[in-house]
Antibody, heavy 123, light 110 residues
Framework: EVQLVESGGGLVKPGGSLRLSCAAS????????MNWVRQAPGKGLEWVSS????????YYADSVKGRFTISRDNAKNSLYLQMNSLRAEDTAVYYC????????????????WGQGTLVTVSS | SYVLTQPPSVSVAPGQTARITCGGN??????VHWYQQKPGQAPVLVVY???DRPSGIPERFSGSNSGNTATLTISRVEAGDEADYYC?????????????FGGGTKLTVL
C-alpha cells in the first residue's frame, strides 16, 4: 500500500524556521516526482513546491520562493521542506503528494496525498 | 499569473447530476485534474488529464475540457459525494512553471 506520512509541523514564531519531512513507503520512491501543497485553515489548496525524481527539476510558488527549499533523499525514501523566514500567512496544513512522472512534473497530477502536518506561525 | 475560477457552491438532489465548472483562459489547451476533499481529510484525485479516472473512482465521475471551461460531472449523486472539489492545472507560460488550483466548490447534496 502506498503511504505518505508527513511530520515536523508545530508552532513557530514569525521569522523562525521549520523543517517538514514526508516518509514514503509502498512504492519505488526514487522513480517519482514529489510535491508539497498547503491549505490554510478554512481555505483552499495552494501549491508550494515540486521536485523531480533525481532533483533535476525544482519549482516553487512565488509566495515561498527564496524562503522555502524542497529536497529529497532517495536512499531514505524521504521528502523534505525547509521553511525559513516564516510568516503568519504560512500557517497551514502541509501535504506531501506524489505525481506520476519521474522527470519534469509539469502537467502532472497529485496522487496520493499524505494526511498532512499542521504548521502554525504565531507569536 | 493564470487564474482558475470555480463557483463557490453547487447544490443537487440525490440521484441528480452535478456539474462543477472550472474557468480559465484557453483552459482547453491544458490538462485539468480534479480532487475531492471531505472535511478533515486529505484530497483525493477523482479525474486526471481532463477525463481519465483513477482506479477505484466510480464511473459516475467524469470530466471534460474545451475552450475556456473544464467541467467535472457527477452522475447519480449520492450523499457521500458531498465534499469540496478543486480543479488543478500547470501554468507553464513563463520560465518558471507553477501549479494553479481553483478556489474550490462545495458540493451540497440536498
Amino acid at each position: 500500500e502506498v503511504q505518505l506520512v508527513e511530520s515536523g509541523g508545530g508552532l513557530v514564531k514569525p521569522g523562525g524556521s521549520l523543517r517538514l519531512s514526508c516518509a514514503a513507503s509502498g512504492f519505488t520512491f526514487s522513480s517519482y516526482s514529489m510535491n508539497w501543497v498547503r491549505q490554510a485553515p478554512g481555505k483552499g489548496l495552494e501549491w508550494v513546491s515540486s521536485i523531480s525524481s533525481s532533483s533535476s527539476y525544482i519549482y516553487y510558488a512565488d509566495s515561498v520562493k527564496g524562503r522555502f527549499t524542497i529536497s529529497r533523499d532517495n536512499a531514505k525514501n524521504s521528502l523534505y521542506l525547509q521553511m525559513n523566514s516564516l510568516r503568519a500567512e504560512d500557517t497551514a496544513v502541509y501535504y506531501c503528494a506524489r505525481d506520476p512522472s519521474s522527470s519534469s512534473p509539469v502537467g502532472q497530477w497529485f496522487d496520493p496525498w499524505g494526511q498532512g502536518t499542521l504548521v502554525t506561525v504565531s507569536s | 499569473s493564470y487564474v482558475l475560477t470555480q463557483p463557490p457552491s453547487v447544490s443537487v438532489a440525490p440521484g441528480q447530476t452535478a456539474r462543477i465548472t472550472c474557468g480559465g483562459n484557453n483552459i482547453g489547451s491544458k490538462s485539468v485534474h480534479w480532487y475531492q476533499q471531505k472535511p478533515g481529510q486529505a484530497p483525493v484525485l477523482v479525474v486526471y488529464d481532463d477525463s481519465d479516472r483513477p482506479s477505484g473512482i466510480p464511473e459516475r465521475f467524469s470530466g471534460s475540457n474545451s475552450g475556456n471551461t473544464a467541467t467535472l460531472t457527477i452522475s447519480r449523486v449520492e450523499a457521500g459525494d458531498e465534499a469540496d472539489y478543486y480543479c488543478q492545472v500547470w501554468d507553464s507560460s513563463s520560465d518558471h512553471p507553477q501549479v494553479v488550483f481553483g478556489g474550490g466548490t462545495k458540493l451540497t447534496v440536498l
